[in-house]
Structures are given as C-alpha cells and as structure tokens.
C-alpha cells in the first residue's frame, strides 16, 4: 500500500494535493478525477445512520434506530456492540454511504450534558471497551468510522470557542483512555476532533494532543478530520496534525494553504503527510477499484430491527424492586398505564444523531399484547412533559387529502420563490438544517412546502417557528407567522416566533411554508424548525389519571423528557422532570401503593418521590423497538440485565463538577481525576444510585475467588470467580472487577473499574468467569515523569455487582 501512495503522492500537483484536505460539500471528500481518486461520503451517526434528507448520491430514506450510546454502555456487553456495530455497517452502505461518524465517546463529565445521551460512560475504561467493539464491527463491513469528539468535548455550552483547562494527568487518566483503547485495539479510519479549545488552544490545531500523544505515542495512521465548522486556521492547523477540514468546499485551505506553502510559512512535506493518510483511508474503503466490489449492505431487516430490541432489553436496567412487584406476571385486575411517554416513547435524542425508523413500538400498545385477557390495561396521560412546544410531529403532515404522509418541497437557486423550481422532492416533516449550502449548492435559498396538517382533537394550539433566513407560514390560505431575518443575528436559531391558531380535528388544514436565505446572511446554518402544542394543558388530565391510579391494582407511571429536550447544541437547564411529572408521580403513588415508575431519559435526573414507589426501571432511549423491550421486561418475558454506566447522584450540588459546570469561555475541570464514582468514593458521599448499578429477576451468588497473591510488574494476571443464578429465571449478571491502590506516591481513587463480564446464566446453574488485569490496570499517569508508572505494592482487587456491591476481595503485591 505505500508504495502504491507514494507514487500517486508524486503525480499530484501542489493545488491537488492541497484540495484532497478539505471537503468538497457538507459530506463528501474532494476527489481528484484526474488520477481516478474517487470522492467518500459521510453521514451522520452514532446509533443509527442519518439518512432523512436527500443529497446527491446519497440516499434518502428511513433506517433502524437502535438504542443510543448510553443503552449500548448499560448493555455491559461487548460481544452485542459488535453485533450492533456490523449493523449500522450494513446500513451504512446500503445508504450509500462510505463513513459512519461515531463512536462519540467523550466521558459523562457532568448530569446536564447535552449529549450525554449519545455518549457512554464516566468510567473510561467502560467507553474504550464498548466504543472498540462498536468500531470492529462497524468496519467489519467496510465502512469506516469517525472517533469523536477528540477530545475533552463534555458540555455543550460555549462549545465552540470554550476552553478545557484540564491537568495532564486527568487528561491522560480519564479524558484520553478510551480513544487510546479504540485506536490501538479497533483503528478507526478517521478521528474527528472537537470544537473546544483545550488548555486555550483549539482542537483542530493542538498539536499536543495530535502530534504528540494521537500520531506519536499511540501511532496512529488514519485521517484527523474537524468536526463541522471546527477549524480556525490555516497553517497553525496543518502544522498542529488536522488532515481535513469539514465541510466543503475549502474555508481556510484551498488557495490560502496553497499560497501558504509558496510562501514558505509551511512545508510541502506536512501537506504530503496529510494527503498519505487520506489515500490510506481511501485505499482501505475499497473504492480505487470498482465500486461494484464495495458491499451493498441492507438496511430496515428484520435482523436488524431483532437486534434493536436485543440491545434494548439488555441495557434496560432496574433501579428498584421493593418485595419483587415486577414482573407483573400472573396479575389480574386493573393496571393503570399512566405519563405522556408511554403513548410517545422517545427513542432517540436530538441533534446530528436523530434518526428516523420505519416505525417506532409504543410502550402502552406492547404491554396491551403481552396482558392479552389478563389484567385490563387502563391509561390516561396525566400531563405533558414539556416546557416549550416540541417539534410538530411527522404524523400530522399529509402531501394530499387522501391521507399520504409528508410535504411537497420546492427548492429554488434565488432567494425568490419562482415557478419552476430547481428541485423538488418529498420532505418528511419541518426540522431540518444544514452546514453548508444545503441539496442545491447555492449560496442564496428559498423553499416553499405545501401540503396539510391534520390534528386528532380539536382545539387552540401554539406554532413556533425557529429559522435563520425569513420564513413565513399560512394556514388555509391565512397569514399566521411572518418571522423576517435580522441581519445583526449571526448564530443559530436567527428568529423564533410564536402565534396560537385554531385547528378541527380530523379535517385537513391547508399549509403553505417560504422560507428564503440571501447572500447577505451570515449565519452558517440554512435551518427551519416548526414547535407546535396544544394550548396549556389541563387540570382534569391530571385529576383523571390520579383517579384511575387510585382503582387499579397497579399504576406504572412513565415519565422521562420530550422529543430534543437531550441534544447536540444545548445542555438541560436543571435536572428534574419537566413540567408537573415529579408531582404526576408523587400524587399516583400517594393513592396506589404498587406503583411503578419508568424513566425515558438519557442521563440522571432527581427522584423526590423515591421512596414512595416501589419499583423503577431506567429505559434510557432504547431505539425504535424500545416499546416492545420495555413491555417485555415488565411483563416478565425478560428479566433485566443493564447496569448504570454513570452515577445517578441525590441532588445536583453533590456532583463531582458542580462548581466548574458550565464555566464560560474556560471551563476548570476541578474536580481533575475524581470523575463520576470516583468522587463518591473519595468523598464517601452515598448516591442515589451507584456506578455498576443494576437488579435482576434472579439473585446470583458469587464464590470461589482465584485471585494470585503475587505478581511481577507488567505480568497480566488472570482473576477468576464463580457466579451462580439461585432464581428461577433465566437472566444475565455483569460481575465487575476494581483495583485499588493501597499505597501511591500520588493520590488515586478508591477503586477503579479494570474488568468486567457479563454471563447468562439458567436456574441452577453456574459458571466461571475469568478476567484479566494488565499493567494498565495497576498504573497510574505520573505527569513529573510524563508516563504511566506501576508501583509495587499491595493492590486490593475488588469483585461485585456495581461499585458500591462487592461480593469477593483479594490482595495481590506487584513485587
């Protein structure tokens, strides 16, 4: 392979080269057709792939969501990801697509992070495992991947310009491992790096973290890529190791890196680094020869949507089960299915990663199956779970009276609407946005949409509308929302406006949509988002579900968050339930002393009503058969087996970042090594629920502990121990593995995570687990030194069902 990229490297004209390090639109990689060096294509990821819209070769269409980052983590099962991972390969280039990006594996820093969601764990060790395994399998298929967000990227205020002033060693103990552990065991085709600043300088252009430590320590070999928007300069992010800047076309290379070279404030010779990695990575996607020898892949299979729910039911995790209520198996009489997420599970969260599935299971309709003529299944919404209006649901957008889903959009070059347009196609709804110029390539734009909204209960409702640009809304042929562009604006969302309407259910509502961006707009975004809502809502819900609560034998409650509440571009602005779900919950259990209550949301939220329910079952965002996983586990098909991959902590002043969350332009990360548990620990601060947390339908016994008394430094050891399901249900257990460090130079944590397996295990049964501990396990980063040191000693070795449940001890002395 490298000779064959010298030799294309030496055909290569200064300008050639040069364009091959910038995109050539939102997606692609510039191809040089001269040479016969074909274009990739991207698309947007992690746990599904991003295909709602049309662009050039790339296709349009729904694909399977799975379960987000944080379900896969709480899935604790490495062998599933990769399962999984060779999925969204399939899917990937059945879409058309060469680049997935993802994993997104930046640590849960803090309970309000935006995209904690999409993220896997506070414990690096955990995201390395499970984000190596996502990769192998994504790449099994022959597409790449995209590691992200390198690195330190934790908050998503001020994201853009904000800067991490982190210490080296928490940068290398817990912000850097699990990239390490993905490079080394999975080689990602790209990285891509944040838009932070770290230590006051970007991403994009840190060399540290680039040069010295990706490309250097860790050898790495494949392409560095910004995230969109990401890179700042010219020469100082070239010399500091960025191979591409995203998206296309060139913003600050192009003629600028080529005149830079020519003036000698850059080296030929590190542009040339930069184009062999990026033909490296072409070269592995199999495209420099046919593109027929590229795999189809498949995309909405069965298979896939079975893998969905597997991931979904193994990362389902129960928080509580007082005197066992669930399952609810053998129950009769009435069960109250109460809260606005069991009709409308959310399955995703918002931002670059939303996804949109053929269908998505509903937790009510699953349950309704599976009770068949058991116990009758009674609901009532309660209350909503918003604060603002969310998104105008897909479902109430019709292309025609006879009920066709969608909208006719008519794409035009000028921004102004004319009569023929210069695309036109087929919209599923109205919350879109782009980078760049959008599907025409035009710096000016106008959209008109047309088609219907249809509600199914007559009423008062609220429309906003969020756009950059001008957009202005009709409704049976009635101006309602005019929101014209202010030119001082330059950042995302330009305008909101709202206004009420009066809308009939069942009839179809004539919608007419413009939308117009000039050339004058200096906003990055092209962008049009529609938020709608019944008018306030009213207290009988409320009364009536508390009621029904009050007459049934059992009432399970779902709350959780509405549609893009968790997302890319904001952080949650507390940590409690939105709107009256906290008092929803608190007024049901007060009345129905078997109530069970199931959280739909992506990170810890506050539980006032704990100890007044019985149960609690966290679903996470369990993807598009998330509702039949939810049932299944409920109704006893499926005992759950997930465990917490972050800590859920009592109240927000007790989190390890409270003081430093969010910061502003730089954000101190205090609290330096002692993230997530390992605050806790240090702090003997009881949380609402621990690290590793997770319950079972079974009860397991762990025994016979094979742990060795000695051993010398750098020896892999090899910890062994028996797990044994005393239930009578089949079910899996997640043993986890600690290392403490009884004596250091430098402080360290009470117990760190180094292993860990899951096991499923039949009633009666028992079976050995092994897990091995190398010298990373006992080593600590000494930033005096500038490397990981392993001290001999006594280390304790810690084996249990979460961090705060260890059921064997050993000691081990690295001589």
């Known amino acids: ?56 070769d790339r296709k349009n269409g729904t694909s399977t969501a799975f379960p987000t980052g944080v379900s896969m983590a709480a899935s604790w099962n490495p062998d599933l990801i990769e399962r999984i991972g060779a999925a969204l390969g399939e899917e990937t280039r059945a879409m058309n697509c060469d680049i997935l990006l993802g994993p997104c594996v930046n640590i849960v820093r803090h309970p309000l992070g935006g995209r904690n969601f999409e993220s896997y764990s506070e414990d690096p060790y955990l995201a390395g495992k499970i984000g190596a395994s996502w990769v192998r399998g994504v790449q099994s298929r022959n597409a790449g991947t995209s590691l992200k967000h390198y690195a330190c990227n934790n908050q998503e205020i001020e994201r853009g310009r904000g800067s991490s002033v982190i210490d080296e060693r928490t940068l290398r103990e817990i912000y850097l491992p699990a990239f390490e552990t993905i490079i080394t065991e999975a080689d990602p085709w790209t990285v891509m790096c944040s838009y932070n600043r770290i230590n006051g300088t970007y991403a994009s252009e840190n060399s540290h973290i680039l040069r010295d430590i990706l490309k250097g320590e860790w050898e790495y070999e494949g392409v560095v890529i910004s995230d969109w928007g990401a890179n700042h300069t010219t020469v100082e992010s070239v010399k500091g190791g960025l191979d591409i800047e995203m998206p296309g076309p060139a913003r600050w290379y ?20 930069a184009v062999r990695r990026i033909l490296r990575m072409i070269v592995r996607s199999g495209k420099f020869e046919a593109t027929d020898q590229v795999p189809a892949g ?38 109250a299915v109460i809260g606005p997420n069991a009709a409308d599970l959310q399955i995703i969260g918002g931002g670059s990663s939303f996804v949109q599935p053929p269908f998505k299971t509903q937790p009510l309709e699953e349950i309704r199956n599976l009770a068949g003529n058991g116990p009758a299944i009674r609901y009532e919404q309660g209350c909503d779970n918003y604060v603002d209006p969310p998104v105008m649901p897909f479902e109430y957008f019709f292309k025609s009276r006879e ?42 734009y106008s959209l008109r949409l047309t088609g219907f909204i249809k509600v199914p209960d007559s009423g008062r409702y609220i429309l906003r509308v969020d756009n950059s640009g001008s957009a202005y809304v009709y409704i049976d042929d009635k101006p309602v929302i005019e929101n014209k562009r202010d030119a001082k604006i330059r950042e995302w969302p330009v305008r909101s406006r709202s206004e009420y309407i009066e809308l009939t259910a069942d009839t179809y509502h004539v919608l007419r949509v413009e939308f117009m961006k000039g050339r004058d707009d200096h906003v990055g975004r092209i962008g049009l988002r529609f938020a709608f809502a019944p008018e306030q809502e009213k207290d009988y819900r409320f009364r009536n579900a508390v009621e029904l609560a009050k007459k049934a034998d059992c009432a399970i409650v779902f709350a959780g968050m509405p549609r893009d509440f968790e997302s890319e571009g904001n952080d949650r602005p507390h940590m409690d339930l939105p709107n009256r779900q906290n008092a929803l919950i608190s007024s049901v259990a007060s009345v129905n002393k078997n109530t069970v209550v199931v959280l739909n949301c992506g990170s810890p939220v506050t539980m006032p009503w704990i100890d007044s329910v019985r149960a609690v079952l966290l679903a996470y965002y369990p993807g598009m058969m998330g509702g039949k996983a939810i049932a299944n586990i409920l109704m006893g098909n499926v005992s759950p087996s997930g465990k917490l991959p972050v800590t859920f902590p009592v109240r927000l002043p007790d989190t390890p970042a409270y003081i430093n969350f969010p910061g502003s332009r730089e954000v101190f990360y205090g609290e330096r090594i002692y993230v ?96 091995f501990l190398d010298k990373r396990a006992f080593s600590f980063y000494d930033p005096y030194k500038k490397a990981w040191v392993q001290e001999p000693g006594e280390f304790e070795i810690l084996i249990g069902s979460s961090s705060r449940d260890i059921r064997l001890k050993g000691t081990i002395v690295i001589e």
């Not at 000028?414 to 035009?442: A, C, H, V, Y």
Request: glycine content about 10%; aromatic content about 8%.
């Open 1 to 56: 392979m490298r000779d064959r990229i010298d030799k294309i490297v030496k055909q290569l004209t200064l300008q050639e080269k040069v364009s091959l390090l910038s995109g050539s639109d939102d997606w692609h990689t510039m191809p040089v057709e001269r040479l016969g060096i074909p274009s990739l294509i991207m698309t947007d990821g992690p746990h599904g792939v991003r295909s709602n819209f049309d662009y050039k």
């Open 254 to 273: 192009g003629q600028f890196l080529v005149e830079a070279v020519k003036n000698r404030q850059i080296d030929e010779a590190v542009i040339d680094e």
């Open 298 to 335: 498949s995309v909405d299979t069965p298979e896939h949507q079975s893998l969905a729910l597997k991931l979904a039911e193994d990362a389902i995790t129960l928080l509580k089960n007082d005197n066992g209520l669930l399952p609810l198996t053998n129950k009769s009489g009435t069960i």
């Open 403 to 444: 009920g066709e889903p969608g909208l006719i959009a008519e794409y035009f070059k000028s921004d102004m609407l004319g009569d023929k347009p210069d695309r036109t196609q087929e919209e599923k709804g109205i919350n879109f946005w782009w980078w760049g110029q959008g599907p025409l390539d035009s710096n000016v």
């Open 676 to 771: 997530g548990y390992r605050y806790y620990d240090k702090r003997e601060i009881a949380p609402l629920f621990p690290f590793g947390h997770g319950l079972s339908y079974a009860e397991f016994e762990y025994g016979d502990p094979d742990i060795p008394l000695k051993a010398i430094p750098g020896e892999t050891i090899a910890v062994r121990f028996t797990i044994k399901n005393k239930g009578s249900i089949e079910a899996k257990e997640t043993a986890q593995v600690y290392v403490g460090d009884r004596q250091c130079a430098l402080d360290r944590p009470v117990r760190e995570l180094k292993g860990f397996g899951k096991v499923t295990l039949k009633p009666g049964e028992s079976k050995q687990l092994t897990v």
